[in-house]
């Protein structure tokens, strides 16, 4: 089960920690919020969710709790989380709520919130949202409830703006594999490529409630790299639960992740003059796309690692242009938040405008060797204070000199430290690594 609640400014969503989220907090969630937004007058609020079971009970549960506080409800069904972020500011609502856990197990659980114009939250609306939640609930009289409307055509609409990210973009030869991980683009997905012209074989498209993530999708893409293969494919594409992650596979079955569909992005743009500044990655960005980015003449900014501290850097640097390893990336000049679906016809465009393969195209950057350590500690910050851990960094940097980078990152949501280092030398890599992991665990002794 979902073992902790959280409000922040991804929203509530689960982790690791103590209460469950129970439908009786989405009720009172709902509700929280449908208060909020009802000061604003009239409201009426999107809900959306992926395929996992317990997002019919936490649809439901929403959806009450919305309607007690007097807010109009517009349920979307299936539906990716960037669809979401479209679709809230498409129907002129107050805001959007995503019921999702991104690409965790199926048991997870977890609730996303956007704004009118399809972005976090404001400070403020999500302090105004926690303090309703310590009120005790009171439904509004009978006259002034809201009311529940599902909507058929919402896919069909996310298709349409999906394409329309990619105009004049022509897929007349490509055969693609795409896996859809069972999750939430299992039916959008295999339209807007299909519909681009390009030849289409699915998998991961079965969900059963059960099944979202499984061996499958952008955390575990060995299905889809078997597939290119048998298929014969020009390239795979894997999505996570929540459509907001992709990762690829070439033609030869190698997987090219976020980091390197993030440079092939960067790299077309930055060609063709519309790359709108510079590229914003995280503290775990291959070194490798630093080194070729600059080779480029392409400026690079790391940010923690999440979305939103992406997102953050981006709006600071007014740049439009930013990712992470896993497959998030943020494509601003097109869209509000990650997208998977447009990402990875951006990294299609490039193809088709350089007459390559994907394969070909990646070799523009080469990754780095890279090897992380967990070290269980029992404080991070403490230790990450010691002047001797400090020494032993610096000696590690040495060693590297300026053929690779050391980063020693606190966990967020387990008792570990990560040691983690990378550089062209892939031996000296592995035992800088391994040395620096073996101070930390003295030290936490």
Known sequence: MVEKQYFGTDGIRGAVGSKPITPEFMLKLGWAAGKVFARQGKSKILIGKDTRISGYMFESSLEAGLSAAGVDVLLLGPMPTPAIAYLTRTFHANAGIVISASHNPHFDNGIKFFSSEGKKLSDEIEEAIEAELKKDMKVVSSELLGKAVRIDDAGGRYVEFCKGTAKNLDLDGFKIVLDCAHGATYDVAPKVFTE???????????????????ECGSTSPKQLQQAVLAEQANLGIAFDGDGDRVIMVDEKGEVVDGDELLFIIAQHRHHRGSLGGGVVGTLM???????????????????????????????????????????????????????????????????????????????????????????????????????????????????????????????????????MVEGEDASLVSRVCNDLASVVENLAL
């Open 196 to 214: 681009l012209g390009a030849d289409v074989v699915v998998i991961g498209n079965k969900p059963n409630g059960l099944n979202i993530n499984l």
């Open 285 to 419: 960005t291959n070194l490798g796309m630093e080194r070729a980015l600059d080779r480029q003449g392409i400026s690079f900014a790391r940010a923690q690692v999440g979305d939103r501290y992406v997102m953050e850097q981006l709006a600071e640097n007014g740049w439009v242009l930013g990712g992470e390893g896993s497959g998030h990336l943020i494509c601003k000049y097109l869209t509000t938040t990650g997208d998977a679906v447009v990402a990875a016809l951006q990294v299609l465009r490039a193809l088709v405008d350089g007459s390559g393969s994907l394969h070909d195209i990646k070799k523009g950057m080469s990754k780095y060797p890279q090897k992380m350590v967990n070290v269980k500690v029992k404080n991070a910050a403490e230790l990450m204070a010691k002047e001797s851990l400090k020494k032993a960094v610096r000696d590690a940097e040495a060693l590297l000199a300026d053929k690779g980078r050391v980063l020693l990152r606190p966990s967020g949501t387990e008792p570990v430290l990560r040691v």
